[in-house]
């Protein structure tokens, strides 16, 4: 049996085998040792890694839990999934057969251009390898993907695709404002007559002949719920517990809307007379980040390490298919600056009235205050910023639980509303609890599309009709659905984190709310359901202090 010293060394060989196999995923955590890289889709690499993955799972297998520390146990459980997770996605989920998703979701350029980690010409180097490697990755998936492909995957692929070379013409264009276009406009057109012909060749051949069938099935949707969080209790569970949390919304709805003496679709549709105008969407966000910044600070909510910086910025065309919002947040190997980015979709110029409308009034004034909570302040920019501020082990820097990281984001909106956020305005939690049924209906669409053999056009009707969304929001969350089952990760998290809130606030914390956020935070991105143990190992401590 190895032991704690043999975790050690292990820890550097299983962190370096997950960058190989994700080495964008490496440079979005601040290791700029793998600039510029691809993934190696080519079946005889994925197979040598699935190899290389199985033994290191061996070696972790051998280490006796006797022989470590409880904080290391931790951290040789998260390296155990994050393998497990891996050869999941390569063997029984089968991505690089089924999506051609995968295959374009690697080629985002955003951390050369939107990060000065380094100087303009090393980045711009970087730029210009990937770009290079574009032609070898496309190939690659065309030899790869084995048709008949699910429809929604080939539908979003080209969405996503249409994308890309706007998002490379940005690159350029920030590299001949640095004097540095040359070195990536070669690059751009090898890369974009590659991706041309990828596109043609999935609109032509794959998309008449793509199937509607795309489901993980009850198997191995029980099988994601383990290797993503650790969770062997029946999915039927989850789905419980997101019903019970959708009837609690619907029911604290009904609740205001008595109140007002008013149908809550009435209270509901109050959100759209604060709509923001089209070009202003980005300076609203902006105001909304100072201001959830000094709610943090003025109500005692968590610590903020400083020096902190939030940029706002438009959503990379890239991006704009799948996304309302997001946070481009400074990694933990990040030595140099804490600035994080937050992308919010602006109207798309292309759109009809009708679709104009409906995107602003997803984005009404207390719908996007909502919004910036969960992605800036005190959510995933604040959870970025007490990750580099913790001496964390290697395994805790690499390895995320998605329900802790969407969770804790999702469970500070609901803290901001019972702070006191919008002065108490029943606007704000109005947008709140929509925001809520939004990822309670994620929840049960993610386990009636992939369990239950629900359709996409019932998951549509299911957001319209308990999340109140209008047609094509509906619609976007439903598909996301096919490709995204784990975004019952947002409920999922926020139920356990108020779990834990509620058994340990008040004995260890003192009641501190800081106190005890401060020590959530403190842990990395662990999954979920260890949560309670962490907090119960720790010392207790007094009201007003930290731990």
Excluded at 28 to 36: E, P, T, V
Excluded at 98 to 114: A, D, E, F, H, Q
Excluded at 389 to 400: I, Q
């Amino acid at each position: 049996m190895a032991d704690s010293a043999g975790l050690d060394a292990l820890e550097t060989d299983v962190a370096a085998a997950l960058f190989e196999v994700a080495p964008t995923w490496a440079v979005q955590l601040g290791r700029h040792d793998y600039d510029g890289r691809l993934p190696d889709y080519a079946p005889a690499a994925t197979a040598s890694w699935a190899t290389r993955a199985r033994g290191l799972l061996d070696r972790l297998a051998a280490i006796d839990d006797a022989t470590l520390p409880a904080d290391r146990r931790v951290d040789r459980f998260l390296l155990r999934l994050a393998l497990e997770g891996n050869l999941f996605d390569l063997d029984e989920a089968r991505k690089l057969e089924t999506n051609p998703m995968t295959y374009l979701s690697v080629l985002s350029l955003s951390p050369y251009i939107t990060r000065e980690y380094a100087p303009a010409g090393p980045r711009m180097e970087a730029v210009g390898r990937l770009l290079r490697g574009v032609p070898r990755l496309l190939a690659t998936g065309r030899a790869r993907l084995q048709g008949p492909l699910p429809k929604p995957f080939v539908e979003l692929a080209l969405s996503i695709g249409r994308g890309l070379p706007s998002h490379f013409e940005e690159a350029e264009k920030y590299a001949a404002g640095q004097g540095l276009g040359a070195s990536v406009t070669e690059a751009r057109a090898v890369a974009e007559v590659a991706l041309a012909s990828f596109l043609v060749w999935l609109h032509q051949e794959e998309l008449p002949r793509a199937v509607p069938e795309f489901a993980l099935g009850a198997e191995r949707y029980q099988r994601l719920l383990f290797v993503r969080e650790g969770i062997e209790a029946p999915y039927a569970d989850i789905r419980k517990a997101g019903t019970a949390d959708l009837a609690r919304n619907h029911a604290r709805l009904a609740e205001i809307a008595a109140r007002e003496r008013a149908p809550i679709s009435a209270v509901i549709a109050r959100l759209e007379h604060e709509l923001p105008v089209p070009e202003k969407i980005l300076d609203e966000a902006a105001a909304f980040v100072e201001e959830a910044r000094a709610f943090v600070a003025g109500h005692d909510l968590a610590t903020i390490p400083e020096p902190t910086r939030c940029r706002v910025e438009e959503t990379p065309a890239w991006g704009r298919a799948t996304t309302t919002a997001s946070m481009d947040q400074p990694g933990p190997f990040d030595a140099g600056s804490a600035e994080g980015i937050y992308y919010v979709t602006t109207v798309d110029p292309a759109w009809s009235d009708a679709q104009r409308r409906e995107w602003l009034r997803s984005l009404s004034r207390p719908m996007l205050r909502n919004i910036t909570v969960h992605e800036v302040y005190p959510g995933h920019y604040l959870q970025a910023l007490h990750l580099r501020l913790h001496p964390l082990s290697l395994a805790r820097k690499v390895c995320y639980s998605p329900s802790f990281v969407e969770g804790w984001a999702h469970y500070t909106e609901q803290l901001a509303i019972e702070a006191g956020l919008g002065n108490g305005s029943d606007s704000a939690e109005v947008a709140q609890l929509v925001d809520a049924l939004l990822r309670d209906c994620r929840l049960l669409a993610s386990v009636g599309l992939h369990t239950e053999g629900k359709s996409v056009e019932w998951a549509t009707k299911l957001f319209e009709t308990e999340a109140f969304l209008d047609p094509l929001p509906a619609q976007r969350e439903a598909l996301r659905g096919t490709f995204d089952p784990e975004y019952f990760c947002y409920t999922l998290g926020k139920l356990a984190i108020l779990d834990v809130r509620h058994r340990h606030l008040a004995g260890r914390f003192g009641g501190s709310l800081r106190a005890f956020h401060d020590a959530v935070l403190s842990f990395g991105c662990p999954p979920v359901g260890l949560l309670d143990g962490l907090l119960g190992a720790l010392p207790a401590v007094s009201s007003g202090s930290t731990p």
